[in-house]
């Protein structure tokens, strides 16, 4: 499956052949090819941008993270604590629990600054913590997600020349690039379904 860049990190557990895992994932900065075993399960919580675990810094998860140990399929083991493993509908009760244990924190300044507000602090402070709490930049937060934004655009069957318009490129083939970088698919795959499966959810659930 072609993974998407995407700028949140999040939590995934798998069964296969008889055997529970879980893991951490983190933000990716590229598109890439991401193995999905053959008879595996899953079930994958995203978490919202700004969140992180209290454990884990994000910015040590970019571009890959880390499978949790002594998993089974009832239980998985988290920051020194066992957890239930959830199932599609226990998720939002799942991340309640890790939320109210500090297990997985906010930045208040950052989550100011994702609403569209200027913190009273300076523009390096905000950077700092910005790149602590997402393991990313404001500008390559930008960039990703205005590369999935036109992916979208272009599934749906918008002309490329528009999106380049709607989502302020420079032209089409800057659109192109971004697609390739992020995406892993031209405007015209996007287009015609083609290319096989991609990792871009229109209707996905983000949890908070």
């Given at each position: 499956?072609?993974?998407v860049a995407g700028v949140r990190w999040g939590l995934v557990f798998w069964e296969q052949d008889g055997r529970a895992y879980?893991?951490?994932t983190g933000p990716e900065t590229r598109t890439g090819t991401a193995p999905v075993p053959v008879g595996a399960t899953f079930t994958g919580i995203e978490l919202a941008m700004g969140t992180s675990l209290r454990a884990v810094p994000t910015p040590t998860l970019v571009d890959g993270g880390v499978e949790l140990p002594?998993?089974?399929?009832?239980?998985?083991?988290?920051?020194?604590?066992?957890?239930?493993?959830?199932?599609?509908d226990d998720a939002e009760a799942l991340v309640e629990r890790l939320v109210r244990d500090g297990i997985v924190v906010r930045d208040p300044l950052v989550a100011e600054v994702?609403?569209?507000?200027?913190?009273?602090?300076?523009?390096?402070?905000?950077?700092?913590?910005?790149?602590?709490?997402?393991?990313?930049?404001?500008g390559a937060v930008r960039q990703i997600e205005r590369a999935r934004t036109a992916a979208?655009?272009?599934?749906?069957?918008?002309?490329?020349?528009?999106?380049?318009?709607?989502?302020?490129?420079?032209?089409?083939?800057?659109?192109?690039r971004a697609l390739r970088s992020y995406v892993g698919r031209t405007a015209r795959q996007l287009?015609?379904?083609a290319g096989g499966t991609i990792a871009l959810d229109l209707d996905q659930r983000l949890t908070s």
């Open positions: 499956m072609t993974s879980a893991g951490i002594d998993t089974t399929r009832r239980t998985f083991r988290l920051d020194g604590a066992r957890w239930e493993t959830p199932g599609p994702l609403r569209g507000h200027r913190p009273a602090v300076s523009g390096r402070t905000v950077e700092r913590r910005f790149r602590a709490a997402t393991g990313l930049t404001r979208e655009l272009l599934a749906a069957g918008d002309p490329a020349a528009s999106v380049v318009a709607k989502l302020d490129y420079f032209d089409e083939p800057h659109l192109a287009r015609e379904g």
